[in-house]
């Protein structure tokens, strides 16, 4: 086929006001839309879309007639005889959504290409009277009683014959913004859909691992000497595309994929995904390498194979195009060997969308681009435009829009997929990103500039400068923070998007910058709802970055910068409004439900830390009532989650069937939100259990944060009516994910499970002073727990507040000692079991040479004795280093007491 075929010559004919023609006239119209004798299903849709519109301008109401022989005023549609006589046109010449719209007389010919041209013929002549469709829900409609009938001479025919936006507008909307994809949902008779049968990544659907590998390994790639490594994390293994039995069987896949479709255009022969370890898994045995070593490209062996299936495919079906993918590792072009004309490559871009195609930042892509265009009659061009880590921040890749369009069509590009991920109307002005990508993939010659404004003022109204600011501003910031808005699928997990910590690095002063535009737009708007429900929805993609930054809600919230936030901006006030503007989305919206549950978690949590009342809603448990509040944390069944076992509604706290399987109970993630930051937190949970039978059954329970061991708990400490609060021992939870969990071996019995309690620096139940420290102002001693000890021998363990050194080894306990100025005196809180009499331990320090050997005598038996050690200038950091001296005595180490001197 020649280059330009698919690929369009443009007629924009001037369209002049006729003089006093009128199509109505207060109201009523003398003209009457004409059919074909037996129209198709989308010259119906055409002449019914019309009617209505029409009658909605301007209350006349057009009757349709079906004898294209009419003699009178009309409005004529479709391809009928007649028309093409009016035209001097033959039809069938005709490019593929072209659209004609021509004045002859008093009559007016809507018509075009018969798949969709002449719907999409009635909707640029509606366009043209200024009706406006923004959403799916939204549409504007000029209301006037005459309408003029202008001089239409205009035919065109889009240069991309395939224009998707995935992710963007759907069904009969979508068929309004001329837009074609495969999974845009369009009716047949709105024009449907361009199918590309197979979609993409076709090759393991065609020849599946599953059904042939352990038969025919030599059908797989062969990567670093063997036949299909396959990484299930990181996609599909690809096929040995020089392999005859391949070939074969792909072309008898392809031939019998396209026999099962109605009027096949496309189908796609391509590879499979694969990232990560797969990432480049071509085959390398010596036929595939032959080629790709000629070629310069792994794209060769694509090709020598894609070529011979087209081959085929033409026999059969010569209307039919093969699709395969330049992604991954065949984005470079072999060198000599081209695609048949029924093959079309699906380029993938790989850029940073704040630039052109064209420019400097997006070499590579450029010339990737260049090099398929030079190589290849026809482009597909995959295109990335959605942020795929987090939907709801501002994600300014709008500005080359226009410009890399041009860019694609000059490019030979026939076809084009704006991949977005919005899920409705909420993520970075989505109606406006969908505006602009489906006006300029019709027509990308355009002024983008001008339909920015059409948008913004049309769907925003009166907000429409500020929100202009808004898209320069965000530009100027990702920019200046030379935050590359690179669109690599990092986290392509829609579900997570605001269940996770937005991953925006986005400067908050800059977010409150974006803030501040948004205060403005809604001040121009707060007259009209619905105007402002659209500014709000286009604000939650600040509202969010702001709510869920480190100094609104994570580790920064409590330090000065947190608290600075704090006091320019309420955010318990911003949170309550985004959680009503997500109310506000039309339904279905994708995004609502995830959103809505995170904003709920987010209020109540964000009370707790704002107000500083972190036990609100709790009774605190008659043993922990004498704690400081802000000490004191007590999470509740809200906090948890729960695998497979069910919360006692009646009780308000989880109850867990145990011993019915094995595993983990429970859950708690230390979050980063909780705040818990900066201190040592002392891990006690309420459990109880009603067992009535031989007590020999044991719960585990563990802070997987850190390397703690497990802690085994025997029935018989929790059995009875009172929940008993159970040690697990200190720990620095520091915002990393650890998870505190019950599991059950042998028993089958309910477990209650009351509160987690977090004490900051607990020593619960030992509470009180040491007796050294209890006259002395809390500034003159400092007690490091044992929670801050090293230890490297399994053979030691954290038990309760202790560490317990039972290893052999010299060393095998460290204390590391703050930086403190001034001389203290440092005291060992210790014992050690056993009556037996002979050295217990030695310890000693790393500056000042201190050593000292403790005796059974001195620190033997169930106590734990306050021993001094010495004194020492702590003006540098120091470290205590313990061995266990005696074979039969276990060494207790609790903590390490510090007095100034
Ligand atoms: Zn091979």
Redesign the pocket.
């Known amino acids: 086929m020649k280059k330009n075929f698919l690929f369009s010559l443009l007629f924009t004919g001037m369209a002049l006001f006729a003089s006093g023609m009128e199509l109505v006239t207060n109201g009523t119209s003398s003209y009457t839309i004409v059919l074909p004798e037996k129209p198709t299903a989308v010259e119906e849709t055409a002449a019914k879309e019309l009617q209505n519109y029409l009658k909605k301008i301007s209350g006349a109401l057009l009757p349709v007639v079906r004898t294209p022989e009419f003699k009178g005023n009309s409005i004529r549609l479709g391809q009928s005889p007649e028309n093409a006589r009016l035209l001097g046109i033959d039809f069938s010449g005709l490019k593929p959504d072209e659209i004609i719209l021509k004045k002859t007389g008093n009559d007016l010919i809507l018509t075009g290409d018969s798949t969709r041209g002449v719907l999409y013929a009635v909707y640029e002549f509606l366009e043209d009277l200024g009706v406006r469709r923004w959403t799916r829900w939204d549409t504007d409609i000029p209301v006037r009683k005459t309408i003029l009938l202008k001089n239409y001479d205009i035919r065109y025919a889009p240069p991309f014959a395939g224009r998707d936006r995935l992710g963007g507008p759907v069904g009969e909307f979508a068929a309004w913004m001329r837009v074609n994809g495969h999974y845009l949902g369009i009716p047949e008779s709105y024009g449907g859909i361009l199918k590309l049968v197979g979609w993409c990544h076709t090759f393991g659907m065609m020849i599946p691992r599953q059904q042939y590998f352990e038969k025919h390994p030599e059908y797989f790639?062969?990567v670093n000497g063997r036949r299909g490594p396959w990484f299930p994390s990181c996609g599909e293994v690809q096929l040995?595309?020089?392999?005859p039995d391949v070939l074969r069987l792909l072309t008898e896949e392809t031939l019998a994929w396209l026999r099962k479709e109605k009027n096949p255009r496309i189908i796609s022969v391509s590879q499979n995904d694969s990232w990560g370890k797969m990432a480049d898994n071509y085959?390398r045995?010596s036929?595939?390498r032959a080629i790709d070593e000629r070629e310069g490209s792994p794209a060769g062996?694509l090709l020598h194979a894609v070529n011979q299936i087209a081959d085929a495919v033409k026999k059969e079906f010569p209307q039919v195009l093969v699709e395969t993918l330049a992604y991954q590792y065949t984005v470079k072009p072999p060198k000599t060997i081209r695609p048949r004309d029924n093959v079309i490559i699906r380029y993938c871009t790989r850029k940073n969308t704040l630039y052109p195609i064209a420019s400097q930042e997006n070499a590579r892509t450029r010339e990737e681009i260049k090099a398929w265009s030079k190589a290849a009659d026809k482009l597909y061009i995959w295109d990335y435009t959605s942020n795929f880590s987090n939907t709801m921040m501002p994600y300014p890749s709008w500005r080359p829009f226009a410009e890399n369009l041009r860019f694609l069509a000059e490019n030979h590009a026939v076809s084009v997929l704006e991949q977005g991920y919005s899920c409705g109307e909420a993520g970075d002005l989505i109606p406006v990103q969908n505006y602009l990508l489906c006006k300029l993939m019709w027509n990308p010659y355009q002024d983008q500039e001008k339909l920015t404004g059409e948008v913004l003022e049309g769907y925003y109204g009166a907000a429409a400068p500020e929100l202009r600011k808004y898209m320069d501003v965000s530009w100027e910031i990702y920019r200046k923070n030379q935050l590359a808005v690179k669109t690599a699928a990092r986290n392509n997990a829609f579900g997570d998007m605001v269940a996770s910590r937005v991953l925006s690095k986005l400067p908050l002063a800059d977010l409150l910058v974006l803030r501040n535009c948004f205060d403005r737009a809604e001040e121009l708007v707060k007259n009209d709802a619905e105007k402002l429900r659209r500014v709000r929805i286009a604000a939650m993609a600040v509202n969010f970055p702001i709510l869920y930054s480190d100094e609104a809600y994570y580790k920064n919230a409590e330090k000065p910068e947190g608290r600075a936030l704090r006091e320019k901006i309420n955010l318990l006030k911003l949170a309550e409004k985004t959680r009503k503007t997500v109310e506000s989305l039309h339904r279905p919206d994708r995004y609502k439900e995830a959103a809505e549950a995170s904003l709920e978690r987010y209020i109540g949590s964000a009370e707790k830390y704002i107000t500083g009342d972190w036990n609100k809603g709790r009774k605190v448990p008659p043993e922990f009532a004498g704690i400081a509040g802000d000490d004191l944390r007590i999470y509740g069944q809200e906090d948890f989650s729960l695998f497979s076992s069910k919360a006692g509604e009646n009780l308000g706290y989880p109850v867990i069937k145990v011993g019915k399987s094995k595993g983990w109970k429970v859950h708690f993630s230390f979050d980063a939100s909780h705040h818990l930051e900066n201190s040592e937190w002392q891990v006690l949970i309420g459990l109880k259990t009603r067992f009535k039978g031989k007590p020999g059954g044991m719960v585990a329970a563990d802070v997987t944060s850190t390397h703690f061991p497990a802690r085994w708990i025997k029935l018989s400490e929790i059995m009875g009516d009172q929940f008993k609060y159970l040690d697990l021992g200190r720990h620095r939870l520091d915002g990393r994910h650890g998870y505190i969990a019950l599991s059950a071996s042998g028993v089958e019995q309910q477990l209650e499970m009351q509160y987690l309690i977090l004490i900051r620096n607990g020593n619960y139940p030992n509470t009180e002073v040491p007796d050294i420290c209890r006259n002395l102002n809390p500034e003159d001693y400092r007690i490091i727990s044992s929670g801050k000890f090293n230890f490297w021998d399994n053979e030691n363990r954290r038990s309760g507040h202790a560490v317990v050194v039972r290893s052999g080894k010299n060393s095998s306990l460290q204390c590391p000692l703050p930086a403190l100025k001034g001389n203290w005196k440092i005291y060992l809180d210790m014992r050690a079991d056993g009556p037996i009499s002979g050295n217990a331990a030695e310890v000693w320090s790393k500056n000042g040479g201190h050593r000292r050997i403790y005796k059974l005598n001195e620190i033997g038996g169930n106590t734990y004795k306050a021993v001094e050690f010495g004194t020492a200038d702590l003006s540098a950091p120091g470290l205590l280093t313990f061995s266990r001296l005696h074979p039969a005595a276990a060494l207790h180490v609790r903590n390490v007491i510090l007095v100034r001197q």
């Not at 040995?240 to 392999?243: A, E, Q, S, V, Y």
Request: hydrophobic share 25%; with cysteine; glycine share 0%.
């Open positions: 790639a062969l040995c595309l020089t392999n085959c045995c036929n595939c062996s």
